[in-house]
């Protein structure tokens, strides 16, 4: 994982933005190390609509596009500034004569569940640019018919908390904190209802949106299509932020997880609010996602990632805490293991070189030792068997010397013998 003092810009938006594009290339392939090459490539830095700094995109093997967004703090929830634009909004449609008074004050009355306001700091994560899509979802569920848009490949998948499961671990990604999802969809924005700012959306702006064309929705970190359709979040469900956590992870509870938009599905709308649900700051339970929930995927990069319980996404059927981790966890440390097996060769060919230097040494050493000791012994070795060869010599002469005296005895006897004989 990733440590501030590595990268100091990684950890602050502001840091981000202030950076020259050097500087951010630098950072992007600091990331791209830390990826490692199986799964993600770098792509480039890419900058959306009048975004005041490029992002960093980063293409996933099966996941398609992901930004890189820079971890920092915001304010999490329904500020005051966007409670002032709401109330300012309907009373525009009142003195239009336009009859909206349903759909402003339903979300006048739900601001409870988006308060507290509260600071969040959020460390960095590359989170996916679009919900994933059917075409994608065929790699992991190839029955797949979605119950929305049955088998047309570009659009949003509508998964149950099985299907959910089996994309986490074939993907090895995990599904957004709340705290992450808001803070990439609000793209830098400090205190506005929406993506793009305070405008509330009209006809003409869901359906630029839905159609995809060009790219031009993105908002400034690229997250495009925030709102539309049901997204699904680690965190399970509180009726406020009281005890929310500060720091980025997902508010772990029993029962329902959070959920994010939905606007789309209910598109044509019938002027009942639908666009309540585009809010950066609107939560919702997953049973408000009745054909299924859509999911942006993420992967973390803060140092303490390892750490918290991104994968529980249902408590009886989708419970992937031990499996996702593991996927997640091997998939994140591929690249810490290429460096450490990279270092331990670098290591290991620097020892055996230093080895047989000390080896070269120590048989020089060793053969001279061995040659003088062979000399001095040698010298004493040859004195002996000189002396050892004389006494033998000697020895050998001596018995030739009684070889002879004895002969001559026989042949004494023998003629002593025959003169007897006459």
């Not at 005051?80 to 634009?85: I, L, N, R």
């Not at 004050?105 to 509260?118: A, C, F, K, N, V």
């Not at 529980?312 to 810490?336: H, I, L, M, Q, Y």
């Not at 290591?347 to 070269?360: E, G, N």
Request: charge should be positive.
């Amino acid at each position: 994982m990733l440590h501030v003092a590595a990268g100091p810009e990684l950890f602050d938006h502001t840091l981000w933005a202030a950076a020259t594009d050097e500087r951010r290339e630098e950072l992007a392939r600091l990331v791209a190390a830390e990826l490692g090459g199986e799964f993600f490539k770098y792509e480039g830095l890419r900058r959306y609509g009048q975004a005041s700094a490029p992002v960093a995109v980063f293409v996933h093997a099966t996941v398609g596009e992901l930004s890189l967004v820079p971890g920092g703090g915001f304010d999490m929830g329904l500020s005051p500034e966007e409670e002032a634009a709401i109330r300012a909004a309907r009373d525009r449609a009142e003195a239009a004569a336009e009859d909206f008074d349903q759909e402003f004050d339903l979300l006048l009355s739900e601001i409870g569940q988006m308060r507290p306001l509260h600071r969040v700091v959020v460390p960095p994560f590359l989170i996916a640019q679009r919900v994933l899509s059917v075409g994608q979802a065929l790699r992991w569920l190839p029955n797949l018919r979605d119950p929305l848009y049955g088998h047309v490949p570009k659009a949003p998948a509508h998964l149950n908390p099985e299907q959910i499961t089996a994309v986490l671990l074939g993907t090895a990604l995990r599904l957004p904190a709340e705290a992450e999802l808001e803070y990439a969809a609000r793209g830098g924005l400090h205190r506005r209802l929406l993506p793009w700012g305070d405008a509330l959306p009209d006809d003409a702006t869901i359906e630029a949106m839905l159609a995809d064309e060009d790219g031009s929705t993105h908002n400034a970190f690229g997250l495009h299509g925030y709102g539309l359709y049901p997204e699904l979040c680690a965190d399970h469900w509180h009726e406020h932020y009281s005890g929310a956590p500060d720091d980025g992870a997902p508010w772990p509870g029993a029962g329902m997880h959070v959920v994010r938009g939905g606007a789309g599905d209910c598109y044509p709308w019938q002027a009942c609010g639908e666009w309540n649900l585009m809010l950066c700051a609107m939560r919702m339970t997953e049973r408000a996602a009745e054909f299924g929930a859509s999911i942006r995927l993420v992967h973390g990069l803060g140092e303490h990632e390892e750490f918290y319980n991104f994968y529980n996404v249902s408590e009886e059927t989708c419970d992937v805490k031990g499996a996702g981790r593991k996927a997640a966890k091997k998939s994140r440390a591929r690249a810490g293991a290429k460096k450490a097996a990279a270092k331990k060769a670098a290591t290991k060919s620097a020892t055996t070189k230093k080895v047989a230097k000390a080896k070269s040494a120590d048989k020089g050493a060793t053969k001279k030792a061995l040659t003088k000791k062979a000399a001095a012994t040698k010298s004493p070795d040859k004195a002996a068997t000189k002396k050892a060869a004389t006494k033998t010599t000697a020895k050998k002469a001596a018995t030739k010397k009684a070889a002879q005296s004895k002969s001559a005895k026989k042949v004494a006897v023998k003629k002593k013998s025959a003169k007897k004989l006459r």
